[in-house]
Nanobody, 122 residues
Framework: QVQLVESGGELVQAGGSLRLSCAAS????????MGWFRKAPGQEREFVAV????????IYADSVKGRFTISRDNAKNTVYLQMNSLKPDDTAVYYC???????????????WGKGTLVTVSS
């Protein structure tokens, strides 16, 4: 069993930056793919970014490419999402997820955190 706990979400002004963290426990995650998804008010949960077990392969949604960076520190069992140049449209609950391979859909992930809220003001 895997437990994922996100942190770092808060209110930030447009153009600002935030760094989200996802701490994993219970099961070793070094072999797994880790991803970030988000759900904005009134919208479906959508893919943000995913990283493979080694950190050598990443995929980003077009909406965040060039602004967000996903990384992982397997020694700390932690995954990060660095978010720069934030826009009001980035406002959402951000979820950390673990899967067995690189997946860009929620259905491709097996375990989920409870989410952390990011609010970007104008």
């Amino acid at each position: 069993q895997v437990q994922l706990v996100e942190s770092g979400g808060e209110l930030v002004q447009a153009g600002g930056s935030l760094r989200l963290s996802c701490a994993a426990s219970g099961r070793t995650i070094s072999w797994s793919a880790m991803g970030w998804f988000r759900k904005a008010p009134g919208q479906e949960r959508e893919f943000v970014a995913v990283i493979n077990w080694s950190g050598g392969s990443t995929i980003y949604a077009d909406s965040v490419k060039g602004r967000f960076t996903i990384s992982r520190d397997n020694a700390k069992n932690t995954v990060y999402l660095q978010m720069n140049s934030l826009k009001p449209d980035d406002t959402a609950v951000y979820y950390c997820a673990q899967g067995t391979k690189l997946a860009t859909t929620p259905q491709g992930m097996d375990y989920w955190g409870k989410g952390t809220l990011v609010t970007v003001s104008s």
